[in-house]
């Protein structure tokens, strides 16, 4: 059996208590790997490690040797590409090729991107008059803001922890990474990159382990860390913001989301069937900026409907590494159980079943694993629970929609403000409402089309923050102010 440990001060080590978990594979509940679970000391070294490093080698490199580390740690993922696609494959379930084209790819280039970012992006400079007639001159310079707590999930591991780990460390920070209990795999990976191109020890920690009253909490209460950044669930970052008021420390969130998929009818029919499939139902509907609330205009409401059918209907289920399967398990039982349910909801409030609704037949292993249908719903009430909670699963409801104003109404009538995704060929259209939808990402005739220099984030519940190009700079360093008397 695979013992995965954490990876602190450059070394692999168990928990100090000898204490493991096990991690399955969604596919069949088998036992994969057995996790080192961190205790309170575990994460107190991480902690110390990261601010050593602070305060050592990698404190006084300079810019551009770090970069180029940076760039190396991101070649070296390329190289050890099979590896990480088979990590993350046999962590998440997901089919091999997304892993190959989106997951691992844009780990690789988290790194890259923002040690360009870093490179390029200027500080400001102001010159002021003063009575005396000498003048001032103001200008700031970056410095990283110490050690950075980040607290990872499960639904696209690699890309989203190397998201803010990438950024962090081209900020000249150190990291302590927690990464979710359910997908230890690449994080530990990134530890044997690390060590490979010489990234000095103490700078990139793993703490493996779980949530409240553990490892998670350790790493937020811990007041040597310096900011916290989260990516998951929104009662998470209640909870992790508790804890970062000790000590008033920075947090960047990114949490959940009950996104609105908008479709007129002047729309590329096909494109946008195409479209709201895969924002509905990628990595099996666990992506926060997927679509579990669809409204379409009411001349194609019906067409658009069956169409989708026709598309969920035609999903491929099995093992990840298996050519031609394009459609993976839930995460975890539990994650199972919890979309399940809301599917037993959905039924109960009185919805039109479209399609799925349950557990596929599944045979031999596989029966064992976390399946569910893609599921599509009509005719409930904007009310309805499945139609306002997250439910972070392959389903969405659908519901037709009259005139513009009707529509940015409905989007908008959600505690939640993370994505959007809007099909039109009606260009003014398009910019009325990308300014009307109340998210921090509109994606038009598209979806998940990432440029990493653009703002990520959420509004409302679903964030606090941005992260990306200029944005990553703002959080992982504090800005001084020199101003001098000339
Ligand atoms: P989660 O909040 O349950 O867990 C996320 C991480 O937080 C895990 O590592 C977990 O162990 C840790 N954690 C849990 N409780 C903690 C505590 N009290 N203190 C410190 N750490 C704690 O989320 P999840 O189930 O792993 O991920 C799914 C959620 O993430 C969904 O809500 C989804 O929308 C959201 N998400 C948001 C984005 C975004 O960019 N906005 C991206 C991906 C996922
Ligand atoms: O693309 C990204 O940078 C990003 N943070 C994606 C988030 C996906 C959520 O599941």
């Not at 679970?37 to 305060?55: F, G, H, I, P």
């Not at 040797?65 to 088979?86: G, K, N, Q, S």
């Not at 946008?272 to 509907?285: E, M």
């Not at 969405?396 to 513009?404: K, Q, V, W």
Request: aromatic share 8%; proline share 5%.
């Amino acid at each position: 059996m695979r013992q995965v440990d954490n990876f602190i001060n450059g070394a692999f080590q168990r928990s100090s208590d000898g204490r493991r978990f096990e991690k399955r594979s969604p596919v069949d509940n088998k036992i994969i790997a057995n996790i080192a679970e961190s205790t309170q000391s575990d994460v107190d070294q991480a902690v110390e490690a990261a601010r050593a490093a602070l305060n050592g080698e990698w404190g006084s490199m300079p810019q551009a040797r770090r970069l180029e580390l940076l760039y190396e740690v991101a070649d070296e993922i390329t190289r050890r590409f099979d590896d990480f696609v088979a990590a993350e494959m046999a962590d998440t379930g997901q089919p091999e090729h997304v892993m190959k084209h989106v997951f691992i790819p844009r780990g690789a280039a988290n790194f890259k991107v923002f040690a360009d970012v870093i490179k390029n992006v200027p500080t400001e400079s102001f010159m002021m008059d003063t009575p005396d007639g000498r003048g001032a001159l103001n200008y700031s310079v970056r410095k990283p803001k110490g050690v950075i707590g980040v607290i990872s999930p499960w639904n696209a591991p690699f890309l989203l922890m190397t998201w803010k780990v990438g950024p962090a460390l081209a900020c000249g920070n150190t990291v302590v990474l927690k990464p979710s209990e359910e997908t230890p795999l690449t994080a530990t990976l990134l530890g044997e990159v690390m060590n490979k191109v010489g990234i000095p020890k103490g700078v990139y920690n793993v703490v493996h382990g779980f949530g409240p009253n553990a490892a998670g909490e350790f790493v937020t209460t811990n007041k040597g860390v310096d900011a916290i950044t989260f990516t998951g669930e929104t009662r998470t970052g209640s909870a992790i913001m508790k804890a970062a008021s000790e000590g008033t420390r920075d947090v960047s969130f990114e949490m959940g989301g009950k996104n609105a998929g908008i479709v007129f009818a002047d729309a590329d029919f096909d494109e946008a069937v195409n479209g709201i499939f895969r924002s509905a139902f990628l990595n099996t509907g666990q992506v926060c900026l997927g679509t579990e609330r669809v409204y379409v205009e009411r001349p194609i409401f019906d067409k658009f409907v069956a169409a989708l059918k026709e598309k969920a209907e035609g999903v491929q289920y099995g093992r990840p590494e298996i050519k031609g399967n394009n459609y993976g398990p839930l995460i975890s039982r539990e994650h199972q159980e919890k979309v399940l349910s809301y599917y037993q909801k959905a039924a109960d409030e009185g919805a039109t079943i479209v399609t799925g609704g349950g557990v596929p037949d599944m045979e031999g292993e596989l029966a064992e694993g976390n399946w569910v249908q893609p599921t599509i719903w009509t005719g409930l009430e904007e009310s309805a629970s499945v139609v306002q909670e997250e439910i972070f699963g392959p389903c969405c409801h659908i519901r037709p929609f009259d005139t513009e104003e009707e529509v940015i109404a409905l989007a908008n009538d959600t505690d939640y403000g993370l994505s959007t995704t809007i099909w039109t060929t009606n260009l003014t259209r398009a910019h009325r409402m990308a300014a009307s939808v109340d998210v921090g990402i509109t994606w038009v005739n598209s979806w998940f089309l990432r440029d990493l220099r653009t703002p990520f984030g959420g509004n409302k519940e679903s964030g606090i923050g941005r992260e990306g190009g200029v944005h990553s700079l703002e959080f992982y360093t504090e800005l001084r102010n020199v101003c001098i008397k000339l």
